[in-house]
């Protein structure tokens, strides 16, 4: 509505918009900063990331010039419910086949958790986005994670005609989200696969494939990461060994995708090496690694990335399947229960909104320019 409004009227509204930014920036920088009560106010936000350990933007004013018109009320705030510091699902799949076991979701019941899913206000963000605290989301809706370990077939299918083209299959998991995508654009269509070698996605015979899946997944917005070299656990190999596997997986994605950056890990077997340190970081023949972050097996949504309470090195994830328990569908009316618990975003990437009563659990991590807002929640 505003952006119709004529140029002066605009103006005004800009100049009104903009000094209740800094307002809010200066009752922040109060909370924040008790120590340290009368500052310039050009010199706030250099305060604010020295005192008190929270990277705010170095230039608030001028990066919001831009975004005033899309600064929300309180108001709408509150009525979604808004908390950038609530919890979010890192949903774990492994097989997508036929049938419903501890590491296998059929494809209907995939289709249905996605269906769900859109259905609860969910919408799709990747691993990599979701550690980096990049999280891209409409106002009022939650992100969630889907996580795909050890790239098997029916993650990733192409089917041959006889002509010899050949195209997704609609029901693996890339061909399911794509086209669940393309009729509710407003789910986004992100995913995470962690892979390992030789063959990613299987169909041995064509390896002429991999590379082609692989650029097909970059071009959706979804994510290759890291499983290893050849699947091995972990906690029995020497240091040397886990930084090679680690390596080589590396190295491997990154003969199909040149220069990929591969920023996250998920744990074979949900098992840390003896030295933990390497899951995160380390090298071998002189190729470093440091992984933004490193997934586990379980049952538990994960912190939100700008809480104290997230671990880059440790961040629990769902298993999906419904053996031994559906733990997918406790979460889902966990969350309908108790909105309160669940991240519900405020549509603004470089703004992390919480209510007041929470500002206290906001940490450093991942809030390097950021502009951090607060608001009454009742
Ligand atoms: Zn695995």
């Known amino acids: 509505m505003i952006s119709t409004k004529r140029p002066q009227t605009h103006f005004i509204i800009c100049i009104i918009t903009l000094l209740t930014v800094v307002f809010l920036f200066a009752c922040q920088n109060k909370n924040l900063n008790s120590n340290n009560e009368q500052l310039d106010q050009q010199q706030q936000p250099e305060h ?37 510091l609530g919890q979010v699902m890192i949903l774990m799949y ?71 083209e050949f195209f997704v299959d609609p029901d693996c998991a890339v061909g399911i989200i ?22 990613p996605f299987r169909q041995n015979d064509r390896p ?25 656990f972990l906690n029995k190999l020497t240091d040397e060994d886990v930084q090679k596997t680690l390596v080589k997986n590396i ?12 920023d996250t890990f998920a744990l074979t077997y949900g098992i840390y090496p003896k030295n933990k340190e390497l899951a995160v970081k380390g090298s071998f023949e002189g190729f470093t690694y440091h992984h933004k972050g490193v997934f586990l097996v379980g049952s538990h949504p994960a912190p939100s990335p700008y809480s104290i309470d997230f671990k880059t090195e440790a961040i629990p994830r769902i298993r999906a399947a419904s053996v031994p328990s559906d733990f997918f569908h406790q979460w889902i009316d966990y969350f309908k229960k108790n909105p309160d618990k669940r991240f519900v975003s405020d549509g603004d990437a470089k703004t992390i909104t919480v209510p007041e009563s929470l500002k206290d659990q906001l940490n450093e991590n991942n809030m390097i320019d950021k502009l951090i807002r607060t608001y009454p929640n009742d």
């Open 48 to 84: 604010l990331q020295e005192s008190a350990n929270l990277p705010i933007s170095n230039s608030p004013v001028d990066s919001t010039i831009e975004e005033t018109e899309t600064v929300v009320s309180e108001d709408i705030l509150r009525s979604h419910k808004v908390n950038e």
């Open 94 to 164: 492994h097989i997508i086949g036929d049938k419903e076991d501890e590491w296998e979701r059929t494809k209907n019941n995939f289709k249905n958790d996605l269906k769900t899913l859109y259905e609860e206000g969910y919408y799709l963000v990747t691993a990599r986005d979701f550690v980096s605290g990049n999280i891209n989301v409409p106002l009022g809706k939650t992100p969630v994670v889907l996580t795909f370990d050890d790239g098997t077939e029916g993650h990733f299918r192409l089917i041959e005609k006889e002509n010899g």
């Open 178 to 199: 794509e086209n669940f995508a393309k009729m509710h654009p407003d789910f986004g269509s992100a995913a995470s696969f962690y892979v390992y070698y030789p063959v």
């Open 208 to 232: 002429e494939w991999r590379r082609y899946k692989y650029e097909y997944i970059i071009n959706l917005g979804m994510e290759i990461g890291n499983h290893t070299f050849g699947h091995e």
């Open 251 to 262: 190295q491997a994605t990154q003969k199909l995708l040149p220069d990929y950056p591969v």
